[in-house]
C-alpha cells in the first residue's frame, strides 16, 4: 500500500533534512554548552562548580524546588480530581485560569509579585510595618516559582483522568471505601506515571525559571541568587567557563528530564500493548 | 481529547457519587485565588493611580512603541519559521522509521526542558563572532547576534516543541485511507499533501503557531544575552519593563505590562475558541 511521501528519494530528502536543521538548532547548542564548560579541563570545571557562591545558588535552587513541588503537588491533584470527576458552573472557566501562567511572560508574573508585596504594594507594606520582607528574598522567588510551575501537574493528570474515566473510583465507592483509601488504592495507581512526569517537568521549570526570578530576587551574591542568576552574573562578568560550568549542571538536569520522559512513554506504550 | 470523555462526562452529570468535592474545590480555589489572582490586583493598583493620558503616555513612548515592532516582528518570523520547521519534524517523526528516530524525537524537547538563561548564553556564544556559527555567517554578511536575527533565533529555539507537538498527534490519528484515495486518484506527492493532508493539520498547525507566537512575546531569558539590548533597535518589550523597575519606574512597568499581558490573554483566548470551534465542528461532522 502506497501512502504519501512514500517515494525513496522524498523520504530521504525530507528525513535529512529534518535531522540536519535538528543537529544545527537543538545538538549543537547542546553540545557548545558542555564544549564550554569543560573548554579548560576537568579542574577548572570543578573549581568553578564548587567556588562557594555556586553552591550557595545551587542550594537555594534545590531549597525553592523542594518546597515547590509537594505546593503543586497538592493544588495539580485536587483540581484534576475536581475537573474531571465532578461536573458544576465554572468547570471551563478553572480550566482556563490554569493556563495563564503559561501565556504570561515571565517577567510580568515577577512584576505582579513584586506590585503586590514589594513595600510599595497594598500588602507589602502592611507586611513591612511587621518587618516581614518577602520581595528580594528567598519568599519572593518561591511565590513566583510556584506561580510559573503551578499548571504542570495539573495539565498532565487532566487529560488522562478525563479519558480514564471514573467507573473505577464509583465501584470502590459502593464498596463502601472511604475517600482517602480510594485514592489511595484505585486512582493513585491508574495515575502515577502522569503524575511523576507533572513533578519532573515542575522540577525542570523550577530549577531553571529566569524571568519571573530575575524580578524578585534581587541577585544577592550568596543570598539570593539561583543557579539561572548566577550564571547570568558570571557571564556578564565575562567569566564565560564560569558561567557554563553552572550552565553545564542546568543542561544535565534537562538532560535527566529527557530520559525521564522517553522512559515513562516507553513504558506506557508496553503496557498498551500488553493490554 | 474532551471529545472522547464527552459521553462519560454526560453520563455522571446529575450526581455526585464520589467523594471529595469540597476539600479538592476549596484547594483548588484557595490556590487559584491566592497565587493567580490576588497578585493581578497590585497591577490594578497600581494603574488605578495614573491617569488615561499619563497610561498613554507611557504605552506609546517611542522607545516602547519600537519595542513592541521588534517583539512582534520578530516573534512572527520565529512562529513561521516553526510553523515549517514543526510540520517537517512531526512528519518525519510520524511518518517514517530510520536510526535515531527516538533520539529525535525525545531532542524536539530539549527547549522546554532547558532553562531560559543556559540557551540564552549558549546562543549568544555560538552566534558571537568568534563563536562556531558567528566564524562561519559573519564573512557570508550575516549577522545574528546583537541584531533582530538573532532575537527571532532564541525566540524559535524557545518555542520549537508546540507546533511539533500540537501537529504529531493528529497526523498520527489520520488515517490510511486519506492516503490511498488521494494517490488512487492519480494525484502526485505534492498535491496530494497540499488538497488532502493540510487540510486535517491545518487547526492543530495555526494552534501550535499561535502558542509558538505566544511563547516568543514573553520570552525573556533566551533572548536578553542574544539581543545586544539597544534602545530603538534590538530591545524587546519584557526587557522594557525590566529597564522601568531598574529605573523605579513602577507606574512605567505597571503600564506596559499591561499591554503585554493584555495581548497574551486576548490570544490564548483566541487560540482557546479556536481549538474548540474545531473539535466541535469535527465532533458534529461526525454524527
Known amino acids: 500500500m502506497q501512502r504519501i511521501g512514500d517515494a525513496p528519494a522524498v523520504r530521504r530528502g525530507l528525513i535529512l533534512a529534518a535531522v540536519a536543521l535538528s543537529a544545527l538548532f537543538l545538538l549543537l547548542p547542546l553540545v557548545a554548552i558542555f564544549a564550554q564548560a569543560f573548554a579548560q579541563g576537568m579542574a577548572v570545571f570543578w573549581t568553578n562548580v564548587s567556588n562557594e557562591y555556586t553552591v550557595a545558588a545551587i542550594g537555594l535552587t534545590l531549597f525553592i524546588t523542594v518546597l515547590t513541588i509537594p505546593v503543586c503537588l497538592v493544588f495539580g491533584v485536587a483540581l484534576a480530581w475536581l475537573v474531571t470527576r465532578f461536573q458544576f458552573p465554572g468547570r471551563r472557566v478553572l480550566q482556563t485560569l490554569i493556563d495563564i501562567p503559561f501565556a504570561v511572560s515571565p517577567v510580568v508574573a515577577g512584576l505582579i509579585y513584586l506590585l503586590l508585596y514589594g513595600r510599595n504594594g497594598w500588602l507589602g507594606g502592611l507586611l513591612d510595618g511587621h518587618d516581614i520582607q518577602l520581595m528580594f528574598a528567598w519568599p519572593g522567588i518561591l511565590m513566583v516559582t510556584i506561580f510559573v510551575t503551578c499548571p504542570f501537574v495539573a495539565r498532565e493528570l487532566i487529560p488522562l483522568m478525563q479519558a480514564q474515566g471514573s467507573r473505577e473510583e464509583e465501584a470502590a465507592v459502593t464498596l463502601g471505601a472511604p475517600g482517602w483509601t480510594i485514592f489511595r488504592r484505585v486512582t493513585l495507581p491508574n495515575i502515577r506515571w502522569a503524575l511523576l512526569y507533572g513533578v519532573i517537568l515542575t522540577n525542570a521549570r523550577a530549577v531553571g525559571e529566569f524571568g519571573a526570578v530575575s524580578v524578585v530576587s534581587g541577585a544577592i551574591r550568596g543570598q539570593t541568587n539561583t543557579l539561572p542568576l548566577h550564571l547570568e552574573q558570571l557571564y556578564q562578568d565575562y567569566n564565560t567557563v564560569g558561567a557554563f560550568a553552572s550552565a553545564a549542571l542546568l543542561a544535565l538536569i534537562a538532560l535527566l528530564t529527557l530520559a525521564a520522559k522517553a522512559g515513562l512513554e516507553w513504558r506506557a506504550a508496553r503496557q498498551e500493548a500488553h493490554a | 481529547m474532551s471529545t472522547r470523555a464527552l459521553p462519560f462526562a ?80 512531526a512528519w518525519v517523526l510520524v511518518r517514517y522509521e530510520f536510526p535515531g528516530k527516538r533520539l529525535l524525537d525525545a531532542l524536539m524537547d530539549l527547549p522546554f526542558a532547558l532553562p531560559t538563561a543556559v540557551a540564552g548564553i549558549t546562543l549568544a556564544t555560538l552566534y558571537s563572532s568568534n563563536g562556531w556559527m558567528g566564524r562561519l555567517l559573519e564573512p557570508l554578511g550575516l549577522q545574528v547576534a546583537y541584531t533582530w536575527v538573532g532575537i527571532a533565533l532564541a525566540m524559535a529555539f524557545t518555542s520549537i516543541p508546540f507546533v511539533v507537538r500540537t501537529v504529531q498527534p493528529v497526523l498520527e490519528d489520520l488515517p490510511v485511507e486519506v492516503d490511498e484515495a488521494a494517490l488512487t486518484l492519480g494525484a502526485n506527492d505534492g498535491t496530494a499533501f497540499r488538497r488532502v493532508i493540510l487540510p486535517h493539520l491545518w487547526p492543530a498547525l495555526v494552534t501550535g503557531t499561535g502558542l509558538a507566537f505566544v511563547r516568543s512575546l514573553g520570552e525573556f531569558g533566551a533572548i536578553i544575552f542574544i539581543a545586544g539590548n539597544m534602545p530603538y533597535e534590538t530591545e524587546i518589550t519584557a526587557l522594557m519593563i525590566f529597564v522601568r523597575l531598574q529605573e523605579y519606574d513602577y507606574a512605567g512597568a505597571s503600564a506596559i505590562a499591561s499591554v503585554v499581558l493584555f495581548v497574551s490573554l486576548a490570544l490564548l483566548l483566541a487560540i482557546n475558541i479556536w481549538q474548540g470551534r474545531f473539535i466541535k465542528r469535527l465532533h458534529g461532522g461526525g454524527g
Open chain 2, 10 to 89: 454526560i453520563g455522571s452529570a446529575p450526581k455526585r457519587v464520589l467523594p471529595g468535592f469540597g476539600l479538592s474545590l476549596g484547594v483548588s480555589l484557595l490556590f487559584i485565588s491566592l497565587v493567580l489572582l490576588l497578585p493581578m490586583t497590585g497591577l490594578f493598583g497600581q494603574l488605578a493611580g495614573l491617569s488615561l493620558a499619563e497610561y498613554w503616555a507611557i504605552i506609546s513612548d517611542g522607545r516602547v512603541v519600537a519595542s513592541y515592532t521588534v517583539t512582534i516582528g520578530a516573534a512572527a518570523v520565529a512562529a513561521l519559521v516553526n510553523g515549517a520547521f514543526g510540520l517537517l519534524l
